[in-house]
T-cell receptor
């Protein structure tokens, strides 16, 4: 089955700096790669996603890049703010089924004011 | 539009008991997935339902089961509870099954088994 590895497990940055979280996956059949943000006491919330026919996607301060050949994808957050502090999860999903997603272990991002 | 609603938010049960968790998806969403979240294992897929049919099942023992009703609401049941079943159980809904339909998660049910 699919295996998703996520790095780093913790990340601390100063407000205004950029943050990068990287994930690798093993199953070449995966073609949908969402990123989720989970705040304390809440469920994960989708913040951005990318499909295998796209190399990069941007939404304001958040961007995701995908390298299908190398089987890795990354989340980039620019101009970080304290409210960006949360746990971030990457996931990979096969062509037919986003419901059956394999998640990375999560990255705890702390943005220091 | 109301989000995914999970009830109850917290549960405390004793080993050997059984428990039923409930999930109401976003209106119009027909697919419901369940995940178990623990500090040691992260987010693990339990099962997915679409139009009252189980579409996929993760690698969990048969003590974990679920169902979906005609209004898309879903329940999951865990029988003969073990201490290791203590976790946050998350439900996610999507419009349909398929990789072009993102998941929307509820805030989960925190189950503690003593």
């Amino acid at each position: 089955g699919e295996n998703v590895e996520q790095h780093p497990s913790t990340l601390s940055v100063q407000e205004g700096d950029s943050a990068v979280i990287k994930c690798t996956y093993s199953d070449s059949a995966s073609n949908y790669f969402p990123w989720y943000k989970q705040e304390l006491g809440k469920g994960p919330q989708l913040i951005i996603d990318i499909r295998s026919n796209v190399g990069e996607k941007k939404d304001q301060r958040i961007a995701v890049t995908l390298n299908k050949t190398a089987k890795h994808f990354s989340l980039h957050i620019t101009e970080t703010q304290p409210e960006d502090s949360a746990v971030y999860f990457c996931a990979a999903s096969p062509n037919t089924n986003a419901g059956k997603s394999t998640f990375g272990d999560g990255t705890t991002l702390t943005v220091k004011p | 539009k109301a989000g995914v609603t999970q009830t109850p938010r917290y549960l405390i049960k004793t080993r050997g008991q059984q428990v039923t968790l409930s999930c109401s998806p976003i209106s119009g969403h027909r697919s419901v997935s369940w995940y178990q979240q623990t500090p040691g294992q992260g987010l693990q897929f339990l099962f997915e339902y679409f139009s009252e049919t189980q579409r996929n099942k993760g690698n969990f023992p048969g003590r974990f089961s679920g169902r979906q009703f005609s209004n898309s609401r879903s329940e999951m049941n865990v029988s003969t509870l073990e201490l290791g079943d203590s976790a946050l159980y998350l439900c996610a809904s999507s419009l349909r099954t398929g990789s072009d339909s993102p998941l929307h998660f509820g805030n989960g049910t925190r189950l503690t088994v003593t």
